[in-house]
T-cell receptor
Framework: AQRVTQPEKLLSVFKGAPVELKCNYS??????LFWYVQYSRQRLQLLLR??SRESIKGFTADLNKGETSFHLKKPFAQEEDSAMYYC?????????????FGTGTQLKVEL | KAGVTQTPRYLIKTRGQQVTLSCSPI?????VSWYQQTPGQGLQFLFE???????NKGNFPGRFSGRQFSNSRSEMNVSTLELGDSALYLC?????????????FGQGTRLTVV
């Protein structure tokens, strides 16, 4: 079974402060990990994926297989980062596009 | 290019009725997945269709069904509606099943069962 855990429902930080959104996963095979973001009144969209190993809007995430984690980080939070963030997993064994989502973390960046 | 389109955007149905939701994927995308989003359970996978065949199925009762047409458009049907079926239903389309295929989401259909 695949499972994604995001322990924080709400994370509130001040503008310019570092951000870390936590994500842990459980999966017996090879996973592909993603972060999706949903800004107010907009559709869910991909922020980044571990395969790409790139930084998007200043966010990075490293897959740690030993700790089964895929935490999302940004050194300096901006007001426009306020949104709902979902960590998601896709199993690479068995094919298909089934995504298992965490329950999401609401990030609120305060001035 | 046009994004994933879901219709209708809002629906109100009565318990016991059935409902059909529609999803038009991005042109060229062959995979369509459906998710149910509720405040209590979050985003839960319903099923995925690829080239008109159901490839994956989540843990939902048989009242939830779907299909995909030759043009990749997909429909989802819920029969004998229950109050607990009230949710936002999201559709996502992808090119295929290989790694590095991004899932693009529609804006969803908000279903309210009264």
């Amino acid at each position: 079974a695949q499972r994604v855990t995001q322990p924080e429902k709400l994370l509130s930080v001040f503008k310019g402060a570092p951000v870390e959104l936590k994500c842990n996963y459980s999966y017996s095979g090879s996973p592909e990990l993603f972060w999706y973001v949903q800004y107010s009144r907009q559709r869910l969209q991909l922020l980044l994926r571990h395969i790409s190993r790139e930084s998007i809007k200043g966010f990075t995430a490293d897959l740690n297989k030993g700790e089964t984690s895929f935490h999302l980080k940004k050194p300096f939070a901006q007001e426009e980062d306020s949104a709902m963030y979902y960590c998601a997993l896709r199993g690479l064994t068995g094919g298909g596009n089934k995504l298992t989502f965490g329950t999401g973390t609401q990030l609120k960046v305060e001035l | 290019k046009a994004g994933v389109t879901q219709t209708p955007r809002y629906l109100i149905k009565t318990r016991g009725q059935q409902v059909t939701l529609s999803c038009s994927p991005i042109s060229g995308h062959r995979s369509v997945s459906w998710y149910q989003q509720t405040p209590g359970q979050g985003l839960q996978f319903l099923f995925e269709y690829f080239s008109e065949t159901q490839r994956n199925k989540g843990n939902f009762p048989g009242r939830f069904s779907g299909r995909q047409f030759s043009n990749s458009r997909s429909e989802m049907n819920v029969s004998t509606l229950e109050l607990g079926d009230s949710a936002l239903y999201l559709c996502a389309s992808s090119l295929g099943s290989d790694a590095n295929t991004e899932a693009f989401f529609g804006q969803g259909t908000r279903l309210t069962v009264v």
